[in-house]
């Protein structure tokens, strides 16, 4: 069994058993010291003592505690301490009701926003679309324009080739008459002075090879180079 030294009124004193201190009804204050300890501690503060500092309830009596101020006193606290409630409460359901409504506009907030949203998008889904299909269209006429203009360039090409045949032909038909009529100026049915003869013999040439000239250019247009 443990014995405790105790400090008081400036003398120590011990040992002495825990019923020895019960007797002696030492303070809470008291520093006590054992065998273990590292020094002085109050007497509170040791596990082993606090049971003596328990305080004992006097006997119960009821007509006493009936007429006792202090429970006259706690029921009005009570009924004061309901009365006080009751505003808290009251405010209490105000938070609530208003935290509710918060969300509930959040909410509505979040949807109407989200409507606005799902609506932009489909507007631009609508105009994404629309401008595809004036591409596929302007695409389209582009390609029948261009179609066009190659039939058209197709309708030139063979106009001018026509007309470059029927000029080809006139060429011929010139060329060959320039021919006829050069052999005839070398043949001896020519009737006229010599210098004469020499004259015409050569601007007969000078036709012939400019005749040429132009049929083969008309040949080279036509067929390209030989």
Known sequence: MK???IHSEGQQLGPFSVEELKQRKISRDTPV???G???WELAITVEELKTLFISTPPPFNNSKLADSP???????????KVSEEQPEKKSNTWIYISFVLLICISIA????QQIQINGLESEVIE??????????????QAQALSEMTQEEEMRANVEKRETLKQELNGLNMKLQQAKDKLAKLNSSEFEGAPEDKIEMIQTQEGEIRSLESQVKQINQELYGAQ
């Open 3 to 5: 014995t405790y030294f």
């Open 70 to 80: 202090s429970l006259t006193a706690e029921k009005s606290s009570g009924e004061t």
């Open 127 to 140: 105009k994404t679309d629309s401008i595809k299909e004036l591409k596929r269209i302007s695409t389209g």
């Open 37 to 39: 300890m590292d020094g």
């Open 33 to 35: 010291w054992c065998e």
């Open 109 to 112: 907030f979040f949807t109407y």
